[in-house]
Structures are given as C-alpha cells and as structure tokens.
C-alpha cells in the first residue's frame, strides 16, 4: 500500500514549456485534490475532483488543466509554464464519507525559470 | 470562502516545555471538521489532531491538545513536554462539509523552532 505518490519530484522548466503532473493512489479514495504551496501563502487549492471523469475549480485554478480518466490517478497540466507557478505542488485523497483527514502525497517542487 | 488565520508565522519553545499555536477560522457554517497537520522538513504532511465541530470535548493525542472555542472561532494546538522531533511548520485546516468536494481551508503556517 504505496498511499499518495506523486510523479515526478523535482522538475525544472523554461517559461512556456508544458508538463503533466500524475498524482496516483491505491486507497481506493473518491475525491482527489491538487494544491500549491508557497512561502506565506499555505495551501491553496487548484482543482479538485469527486470521482472518476469529474473536477472542478478551487481557488486558484487559473494557469492548470485536470483530469481524472481513472479513479486512482488525477493529472495537473500546465500548458505554458510561467514563473508565477514555481511552487510546491502536493496531490492528497480522502474517501468520500469519511470524516478523516486528506492523506498527502510527498509533493512536487517545480521551479519555471 | 471560509479562511483560516494563524497569526504567529514563528515561534520556539524550549525543549521539554508547552507551546501552544493559535489558529481563528471565519465560518458561518455550524458544522464543520478541524486539523492541525504537521509539516517536517521532509515537506511531507502529516495529521496532529482533528476536531468535530460538534464534540464540545476537545481532542486530545498524545502531547498534543487542541483548545476548542466555537464560539470565539478559536482552534489553538498545545504541545506539551516538546522534543525536537517537533520541529517543523504546523499548519491549522477547516473541512467545510457543505461546500462541493468538502474542501479544506488552510491557513498560512506557524514554525515551531524547539531549542535544545
């Protein structure tokens, strides 16, 4: 039981390249989310999804695409990386009746130059 | 939105004595979940301690305690007897349990520096 893992780790991009984050887990869970963080700001929420060929925009959606073809993997897309989405990226997961907390992935730091 | 303030961006303890982390939420929901998640350097995040709304009792894991306030919208996290295995940002959530998705509102983070 691998839990939340996020591929890649570390990623660097030139400004306008694109990239595709895969977040997978093996729990089974219904709702997915995708997050950045950065310094001051905490968690933000980017998109979410609450099953299988659903999402739906959080707070700061703009700049990403998601999908969700597979209850278990949820992808964040950006199609023309900018310096303001330098960041650390993390995916988490939950059942859909539990009252529990999220359980995280490690997190992606990417840095667009 | 709801959001989730915590005031304190620093803070340090001693090792071995009590700190406690503030965190104040807006909400105009009357159920709702709270958490204290852990980050370490690791970057990966981890649960302290969670609150139902609507358990008057305050939860309690360990050395940690959270000191519950519905009305005053206060969820404050004490850690008691600190190692220097605490060390790390602490960050304080509200679930909505309304909105679409059940999301969670996360505030800006404490960093808890444990002196040896």
């Known amino acids: 039981n691998a839990g939340v893992t996020q591929t890649p780790k570390f990623r660097v991009l030139k400004t306008g390249q694109s990239m595709t984050l895969l977040c997978a887990q093996d729990?089974?869970?219904?709702?997915m989310y995708w997050y950045r963080q950065d310094p001051g700001m905490g968690l933000r929420l980017i998109h979410y999804?609450?099953?299988?060929?659903?999402?739906a925009k959080g707070e700061v959606p703009d700049g990403y695409n998601v999908s969700r073809l597979k209850k278990q993997n949820f992808l964040l897309g950006l199609e023309s990386a900018a310096p303001s989405q330098t960041s650390v990226y993390f995916c988490?997961?939950?059942?859909?009746?539990?009252?529990?907390?999220?359980?995280f992935g490690p997190g992606t730091r990417l840095t667009v130059t | 939105a709801q959001t989730v303030t915590q005031s304190q961006p620093e803070m340090s303890v001693q090792e071995a004595e009590t700190v406690t982390l503030s965190c104040t939420y807006d909400?105009?929901?009357?159920?709702?979940?709270l958490f204290w998640y852990k980050q370490p350097p690791s970057r990966q995040m981890i649960l302290v301690i969670r609150?139902?709304?609507?358990?008057?009792q305050n939860a309690t894991e360990n050395r940690f305690s959270v000191n519950f306030q519905k009305a005053a919208k206060s969820f404050s996290l004490k850690i008691s007897d600190s190692q220097l295995g605490d060390a790390a940002m602490y960050f304080c959530?509200?679930?909505?349990?309304?909105?679409?998705?059940?999301?969670?509102?996360f505030g800006t983070g404490t960093s808890l520096t444990v002196i040896p």
């Open positions: 988490a997961s939950r059942r859909q009746i539990s009252s529990y907390e999220q359980y």
């Open positions: 729990m089974n869970h219904e709702y």
């Open positions: 999804s609450v099953g299988e060929g659903t999402t």
């Open positions: 909400t105009s929901e009357s159920d709702y979940y």
């Open positions: 609150q139902e709304a609507y358990k008057q």
């Open positions: 959530a509200y679930r909505s349990l309304r909105s679409t998705g059940n999301q969670f509102y």
